[in-house]
């Protein structure tokens, strides 16, 4: 057992760091909320960045014009930027850890070549077409149809929580193409350009009241079958390579932020005055703050520990589910002390004083975590039956 | 950066686990309960594995490990129960004669306002107490002192002390800051095994037992629960590890926050997987005869060895921002 970061790790940050210090100035100025073409143009310009330095896709392997760099480096790139304030995927985050790892292990080489080069460069953006009003946590039950006609698939039906939408240019999509099979043997996984005739893309306004979120509607729209990954009616399978994905990697950067916040909310709770001292002076308030401390440094080296099991054994282990139930309901008790160190200024998303606006948004913006990539009640089943090997 | 167990590290704990398995089967630990905790022949055997000795260097007996192993093999004891004072005896390798050959049974306690609780008093050769200007070898025939004859834990008999005198200097407060954390993270290595088998102890019994023609642990009510004891563990062995990992690597920096959230976690993952466990049992858990309440008592009893989980919040706290 070794925590201490190789002097390879150690350089790799060293140049990172210094390239982000670069970097970040000849970005764009962060945008509005809604602004959405400009959060798009933020975004990609990043990306882009990233991919002349030799960042881009950094868990990418080289093959495909990845960085390919470590387990070890990729927490490191995580960290660095994080910390930096440094933009994270943003929209890019289908493509770069759902759809583009789904095509490096799934899709024909022509659409590899086609697309990957394309979202490494942040010149695509993906979103993802799965959920359903009536397809949920039982996603396999999605009624969306496709049905072949010659070389397309004609689709007609209503996907949910489709991040990104508004600005996308491909969706990963999942149809049903057989629906006499069972559930989970009839779904097909395809590539859909966003601009197909019959695409209706509906934004959604969520409890953060912007619109991080669309409906699709698919009235009639025609996809080549060309645009297929794997075979028909094999898309459960292909799916489940984008999960494996969604819960792994994708709270890494998140958890680190979260460290990041929590050590500024100790900053706003020694200044925040509450009765005779400040909110830290109060000894529940405190120990409950260095207990949420204790349980983000624990899923931290939880991360490590998986990672290197991966690393080690080449699958990823256990962790992933056990990290995004905990990570997840840990992050909302955050939230909460965050609320509670704030009092009255939490009744404000504009900042009372600085950042206490963010805390407030944040509190928020975590309550879908724990809904979004599988519920904690679905983690738990999964927890309870495939690694503690309970009945059904 | 490699944060999983090397092969010498698996072979360890598989040989502490088998060693635990043979020598002290829930049966005979039960009846440890009637000798003060502690049978001198099983003590030995202890001692000839290696659990005392282990970090004491090879010219003084030991095997030059770090605290890395000693987590894994305490984390073991943990699981089986092993009662006694197995932590200070290990702390006291080295310093008090006879503690690492298994001849000497050490028992501590950390300096407090009176009245206080002496553990296993009747078994133990020597006593040792911590406090701020360091370690203090007690000469337990003059203290006064009462036996308690309903001990929380049957198998942690103890005594209400009042009146500790000063001793005989063993340790400056160096040495004291030591033993406070490495006992810390030793007893959340206990308490880590102790939160595992509970959770096994407890999937076992929902597998089995039926209810509504059915194993009740098809029911996500208690599913869930089980799921949670399984979390609680892995995020509490995530700590426990890395806190000794601190303590053995210097350059990780001061290890402080790494051993209070260690120990914070470790014990909430014992006493909450316990009182889980009682739950999930039914009836049968609130019987002596099913073994969770042994489980249960022993954690209460190191949730508050070597600070409790309030104490170590607000350590972590306190660094927070250092």
Redesign the interface.
Known sequence: ??????DE?ERFRAELRAWIAGALPQLPPESTREDWQARRHRDTTWQRMLHDAGYAGINWPVEVGGRGASL?EQLVFYEEITNARAPNVGVNFVGLLHAGPTLIAEAAEAQRSRHLPAILRGDEVWCQGFSEPEAGSDLASLRTRAVRDGDDYVITGHKIWTSFAQVSDYCELLVRTHPDAPKHKGITWLILPMDTPGVDVRPLRTVLGSSEFSELYLDEVRVPVANRVGAENDGWRVAMVTFSFERGTSLVSEMVEARRQ??EL??VAKVVERGRGTAWDD?GL??????A???L???W??V??T???A??TGVPGV?AS?VK??YTELIQRIGDLAMRVLDRASLSLDDVYDHSGHFVEERLRVLALTIAAGSS?I???I???R?????? | MDFTLSSDQEALQEAVRKLCEGRFPIGRVRAMADVGGVDRTLWRELADAGVFSLRLSEDEGGAGLGMAEAALVFEELGRALVPGPLVWTHLAAGLIRGAAEGDTVVGGLQRQDEPFLVEHPDVIDVLVAVDDDGLWEVDRSRLSARPVSWPLDPLTPVHVAGGLLRGERRGVPGDAARWRMEGAVLTGAFLLGMAGALTEMSVAYAKERQQFDKAIGSFQAIKHLLADMFVRTEVARAAVYAAAVHLDEPALGPPARAVSGAKLLAGEAATLNAKTATQVHGGMGFTWEVDVHLYLKRAWVLDVAFGTGDMHADTVATLIDD
């Open positions: 057992m070794d925590l201490l970061w190789s790790d070890s929590l050590d100790v900053k000894t405190r120990r409950e703050i260095g207990h401390a204790a349980e440094d624990a899923l080296n939880m490590k520990r990672v290197s099991e690393a080690r962790g056990v139930l905990y009640q983690q738990r089943n927890i309870g039956e690694i503690l090997g309970l009945p059904r």
